[in-house]
């Protein structure tokens, strides 16, 4: 079988938003790969060790590809995604001098290539993320997430993905009631639990994540404590979530409202939606991690916390992205 691949060089800033737009659009696939300069600073406190020779992207600049049938009007597609890519500067978010192209390729020459990238990571003192297709022997004390990310977000290679795990790691103290909200393929959720979470409610509105996240969760052997739901946090705070096609009772859910944590890796833009969701999904003293925040969106997001009744307790950096970690005060402070 042959696909249309359509190629676009933008920029490390405008990724998940184009990348968004390529699944929107049913692309059968998305790739993505971003700056692999010797140049780049680099942590390797945790021993990552990094392959030469990498690529050469311009740093800051990335490469995304969709997979389309052979039945897509690629000029029709490319005409769709250009104004839509344009826009985006409306939001503060600069998608450089992009460029569009598309070819024709065989299934094989993509479907699976990508695979060789994706290697055991450390991404923490504690945490490694393994391809299921890969062998590797974990050290003292080193818990493992195996993860086979299909075609959702979240490899932990992602700077995003990264500093959340690493923030999450910092946070949890044991026994904690979650939500992660825009699972992703469900590596958060996972995180959380092997970091020693009671139990994690998954929330994601894309059924192509739920199904990944599910199928992640069923790997490690979680699918007794990390439940995943097609719904958002507002679904579930007023009463009814959406699983697969059926609606149900959220009260029948794996954790109890308020929560201990609410973890959310996703859009800036987006986060600012649902503030005041979370604020009324956490208990008193409960923690707020929001990632996915590139540096220009740094103070849009931190008012909107502290405007929502949050305190921000720290800010997390790795290279121009930002984790919040806010609490929700004691009703007497």
């Known amino acids: ?130 391809p299921t297709w890969e062998e590797y022997e974990p050290a003292q004390g080193e818990s493992i997430i195996e993860l086979d990310p299909g075609m959702a977000f979240g490899t932990g290679t992602h700077p995003t993905t990264a500093l959340c795990l690493q923030t999450l790691e910092s946070v949890i103290k044991g026994d904690e009631e979650v939500i992660d909200v825009g699972t992703g393929s469900g590596i958060l959720a996972i995180g959380a639990m092997k970091l020693g979470a009671r139990r994690v409610l998954a929330l994601d509105l894309d059924p192509v994540a739920v199904s990944s996240a599910t199928e992640n969760v069923r790997l490690n052997g979680l699918q007794d404590d990390v439940e995943v739901l097609e719904s958002d946090l507002l679904g579930v705070l007023g009463g009814k979530v959406v699983h697969a096609v059926n609606e149900r009772d959220a009260r029948n859910t794996s954790v109890s409202l308020p929560v201990d944590l609410v973890v959310a890796n996703i859009l800036a833009e987006i986060i600012l939606l649902f503030i005041d969701d979370v604020f009324a999904a956490l208990k008193p003293n409960g923690v707020y991690i929001a990632s996915g925040i590139y540096k220009n969106k740094e103070t849009d997001v931190e008012e909107g916390l502290i405007r929502s009744g949050f305190v921000i307790v720290e800010k997390r950096r790795d290279e121009d992205w930002i984790a919040f970690v806010a609490r929700k005060p004691q009703v007497n402070e």
């Open 1 to 130: 079988m042959k696909w249309h691949e359509i190629t676009i060089s933008t920029t490390e800033q405008a990724i998940e938003m184009i990348s968004n737009f390529l699944h929107e659009m049913d692309a059968g696939g998305v790739s993505i790969e971003e700056s692999g300069t010797l140049n780049k600073e680099r942590d390797t406190s945790l021993g990552q060790w990094y392959e030469t020779p990498l690529n050469d992207i311009p740093e800051g600049q990335a490469v995304i590809k969709g997979y389309f049938t052979e039945s897509v009007d690629m000029n029709e597609l490319k005409m769709q995604i250009m104004p839509r890519i344009e826009q985006l500067k409306e939001f503060g978010i600069d998608p450089g001098s992009y460029e569009i192209s598309f070819r024709l390729v065989d299934e094989e020459d993509w479907a699976t290539a990508w695979k060789q990238y994706f290697k055991p990571i450390r991404v923490s003192e504690k945490l490694t993320i393994k």
